[in-house]
């Protein structure tokens, strides 16, 4: 059974063309991949099939009483709700079935034999659908989905407004999963999600026996919950039957045969051309160099894709800082209440830590204060001299600016070329460059930021979950940039494949937390 159709898709920013002319199909019981790099439309055709975002043209056809979950990067939370409040929203529906079973029982003290047997009759389908449900079980099951994702730690009561970033994340991912919609849709779902949490969720898609499309750069959950793919590139979708590893060897497999293929047919084009050229002239060749340009002008010419643009990071080191570039004494982290019990450390010119820990215990509160940008509960923090910093956030807000413009407001004194070269070199093209800020996806978005950074001479470098948006390319990049550093790097990150042969210290938060977890 066909759940969505997709047909003669378009959609572009401008003079960026996006998807053109793009085809896609999901069936009852697929775990569809969505894959691509950084800008070649993933989100966008998310917001375009859940409705958020009108197509330049195309057909989107749901099959009828379908319902969808959709997860996008961006969700936000109603404040003054607590989290049990939000996550029993889940269930609105059913609530207001009880309700309705309420007034139908109010409605029996007074009515005829006939209206008696049509009520029982509606109450015994409402109670039916209560049943199938589990709307008797809701309570334990929150908490069963709450404890997989880490949310129960945090506690039911509390108010989303006192959460962080990563643990709203959480709490509508929570939601989405508990509507039990015949459809999900999912936008990066592990972004701010823990080891043991991503683990859950794996289990959890894998065994799920409705259908869900889903965007995500972390490969191995990727490889390990979907079984179609569907690859953008050069604004087309392409659909591969199987996991991500049957696509990747049937993607390789059909490159290889197109550029095959395609230096075939410019051998034959430049042996035609040559013909006509030498021939066109001459009166007695001259039919034949006309019969050779029809054939020429006949031809389907086979394109290749041009190569996307690598990023090459680098980070500029600064003059030597000090020896001790921070000091933490009797250090307790928290906004109003403690997070941490009294720490005691020091961070050392060139070393490179990795912070490590379930969301909300403080790990984006650790960085924040080490950079005087917050107050701690108690004790003090000591910088070292001639300490210079680039920070990485884990999210900043979009803007209606270019990308240039968003750039260059930091930087006023490089000229055009040098602006855009600054930013090509994250692997950013003219069309992104000359994008608003607010239309770039998120790892494009990233890619900006840290192309300031790396316009700046720094020695330590502070990163919170620098690759929550970037492609598997731009990652290694970043790695890679990441080690050749000459200087301090102070790095939160959920992903140990990312940061375990880069760090040389791990730090736990949860071993300093006051919280239960």
């Not at 065994?207 to 869900?212: K, L, Q, R």
């Not at 389907?300 to 990071?313: N, Y």
């Not at 969301?359 to 004790?379: A, E, H, R």
């Not at 979009?398 to 602006?419: I, Q, R, Y």
Request: net charge negative; charged share 25%; glycine share 8%.
């Amino acid at each position: 059974m066909s759940i969505l159709n997709v047909s003669n898709l378009s959609h572009g920013f401008g003079a960026r063309v996006i998807l053109e002319d793009a085809s896609f199909r999901l069936l009852q019981g697929e775990h569809v991949g969505v894959v691509g790099v950084n800008g070649a439309g993933k989100s966008t055709f998310m917001n375009i099939i859940t409705g958020k975002l009108m197509p330049d043209s195309g057909v989107i056809e749901w099959a009828s009483k379908i319902t969808k979950g959709y997860l996008d990067q961006y969700s936000t939370l109603e404040k003054g709700k607590s989290i049990r409040d939000v996550l029993k929203s889940a269930f609105a529906h059913m609530f207001e079935l009880e309700k309705e079973t309420m007034t139908l029982y109010e409605k029996m003290g007074d009515c005829t034999p006939e209206e008696m047997d049509q009520i029982l009759e509606e109450v015994g389908e409402i109670q039916s659908v209560l049943e199938n449900g589990d709307f008797y079980n809701l309570d334990s099951k929150i908490e069963e989905y709450a404890a997989g994702l880490g949310i129960l730690e945090i506690g039911l009561d509390k108010d989303v407004a006192e959460l962080s970033g990563g643990q709203r994340a959480k709490i509508l991912l929570a939601k989405v999963l508990l509507e039990n919609h015949d459809v999900l849709i999912l936008d990066e779902p592990t972004n701010f999600l823990d080891e043991d949490h991503i683990t859950w969720l794996t289990n959890f898609l894998q065994n799920y026996e409705n259908s869900f499309i889903l965007v995500s750069h972390d490969l191995p959950f990727m490889k390990a919950v979907t079984n179609v793919i569907y690859h953008i590139e050069k604004s087309e979708l392409t659909r591969y039957t199987g996991g991500y590893d049957q696509f990747m060897a049937m993607y390789d497999l059909k490159k290889k045969q197109t550029e095959a293929a395609f230096k075939k047919q410019q051998k034959e084009i430049e042996v035609l051309e040559k013909f006509v050229a030498k021939n066109k002239a001459r009166a007695s060749t001259s039919n034949m160099a006309k019969s050779r340009q029809k054939k020429l002008d006949k031809i389907d010419v086979i394109e290749i894709s041009r190569v996307k643009p690598k990023p090459i990071f680098r980070f500029n080191t600064s003059r030597t800082p000090s020896r001790e570039i921070v000091e933490g004494r009797d250090l307790v982290l928290g906004y109003t209440e403690p997070l941490t019990s009294p720490l005691n450390f020091s961070i050392e010119r060139n070393q490179k830590i990795a912070i490590k820990g379930v969301n909300g215990l403080g790990k984006s509160t650790l960085l924040n204060t080490i950079l005087g940008k917050i107050n701690p509960i108690s004790g003090e923090v000591e910088q070292g001299q001639f300490v210079e910093v680039g920070y990485f956030k884990q999210e900043e807000a979009s803007g209606d600016k270019t990308a240039l413009d968003e750039f260059w407001d930091e930087f006023p004194g490089f000229t055009n070329g040098e602006a855009r070269a600054a930013l090509a070199r994250c692997g950013l093209t003219n069309d992104h460059i000359t994008s608003k800020m607010k239309v770039l996806s998120g790892g494009e978005h990233s890619k900006v930021r840290l192309a300031k950074i790396m316009n700046t001479k720094i020695n330590v470098l502070v990163l919170d979950e620098p690759t929550n948006h970037l492609d598997i390319i731009a990652k290694e990049e970043l790695k890679k940039a990441i080690k050749d550093f000459v200087g301090t790097v102070i790095m939160v990150s959920h992903e140990p494949e990312f940061y375990m042969d880069i760090a040389t210290d791990v730090w736990d938060v949860e071993k300093w937390s006051t919280k239960v977890v």
